[in-house]
Nanobody
C-alpha cells in the first residue's frame, strides 16, 4: 500500500517555473515506478512523465519533453516534477501516481489527490 500527497502547485506566469513534490508513505515505495499525470477541465487525464524504480529510466510526453524533469529520492520517499518554460496549456490538476512504468492511467495503482497548476498568459 502506498499513499501519495502532492504539493507545490500554484499560479505562475507563462515562461515561469514550478516544482511539484509528491510525498509517499508505505514500505514498498522504492519498488514502484512513479508517474505524473495531469487533467485539464473537460479533458481526459494524460501522462506527463514517468520514472522507473531504479532511477535509470525516464519517459516524457512530447508536449513537455525538454521543459519538465522528473526525479525521485527513494531514501526520502519523494518524487519531483520540475516544470520550466510553462505555458497556459500546462494549466491542469497534476497527479502523482505509483505503479509500473507506463504512459496510461491503468498502469498505476495508487494516486494522490492532485495539485492545481495555473499558468497565466
Amino acid at each position: 500500500q502506498v499513499q501519495l500527497v502532492e504539493s507545490g502547485g500554484g499560479l505562475v506566469q507563462a515562461g515561469g517555473s514550478l516544482r511539484l513534490s509528491c510525498a509517499a508513505s508505505g514500505r514498498t515505495f522504492s519498488s514502484y515506478a512513479m508517474g505524473w499525470f495531469r487533467q485539464a477541465p473537460g479533458k481526459e487525464r494524460e501522462f506527463v512523465a514517468g520514472i522507473s524504480w531504479s532511477v535509470g529510466r525516464t519517459h516524457y510526453a512530447d508536449s513537455v519533453r525538454g521543459r519538465f524533469t522528473i526525479s525521485r529520492d527513494n531514501a526520502k520517499k519523494m518524487v519531483y516534477l520540475q516544470m520550466n518554460s510553462l505555458k497556459p496549456d500546462d494549466t491542469a490538476v497534476y497527479y502523482c501516481a505509483a505503479g509500473i512504468l507506463s504512459t496510461v492511467v491503468g498502469g498505476y495503482d495508487y494516486w494522490g489527490q492532485g495539485t492545481q497548476v495555473t499558468v497565466s498568459s
